[in-house]
C-alpha cells in the first residue's frame, strides 16, 4: 500500500504564500499520478491540481495562475506553492496519490491539513 502525510497548512494573511508538501511512503510503483484537493466547510472536495501520468500539470480556473504544483521523485514527495492567497482558498486540502504498475495499484488520501487565509 501506499501512504500519503500533508503537512505545511497555516494560518495567512490575504495574498500571502504557503507551500503544502504530500510525503509518500509504502510501495512506490514506477507509474504515478497525483493531485491536491480541497474542501471548504459545507461544500464538496474538489481538484485543485494534479500531475497526469505524462507529468502535465493541470489547474483548477479558480487556482490557474497562483498555484504551482510540483514533485520530487528522489523524496517521493509532491508540493502545492500558493502564492496570491485569497480568503476562499480556505479549506483543509488533501493529497491524493496513485501508484501501480502491470500488476498492481494502490491509492491513498491524507488526512488533510488546514489553510486559513484571513486577516
Known amino acids: 500500500q501506499v501512504q500519503v502525510v500533508e503537512s505545511g497548512g497555516y494560518l495567512v494573511q490575504p495574498g500571502g504564500s504557503l507551500r503544502l508538501s504530500c510525503a509518500a511512503s509504502?510501495?512506490?510503483?514506477?507509474?504515478?499520478?497525483m493531485a491536491w484537493y480541497r474542501q471548504a466547510p459545507g461544500k464538496q472536495r474538489v481538484q485543485v491540481a494534479g500531475i497526469t501520468l505524462g507529468g502535465i500539470t493541470i489547474y483548477a480556473d479558480s487556482v490557474q495562475g497562483r498555484f504551482t504544483i510540483s514533485r520530487n521523485n528522489a523524496k517521493n514527495t509532491m508540493y502545492l506553492q500558493m502564492n496570491s492567497l485569497k480568503p476562499e482558498d480556505t479549506a483543509v486540502y488533501y493529497c491524493y496519490w496513485k501508484t501501480f504498475n502491470i500488476q498492481s495499484a494502490y491509492e491513498n488520501w491524507g488526512q488533510g491539513t488546514q489553510v486559513t487565509v484571513s486577516s
Open positions: 509504502g510501495n512506490i510503483f514506477r507509474f504515478n499520478v
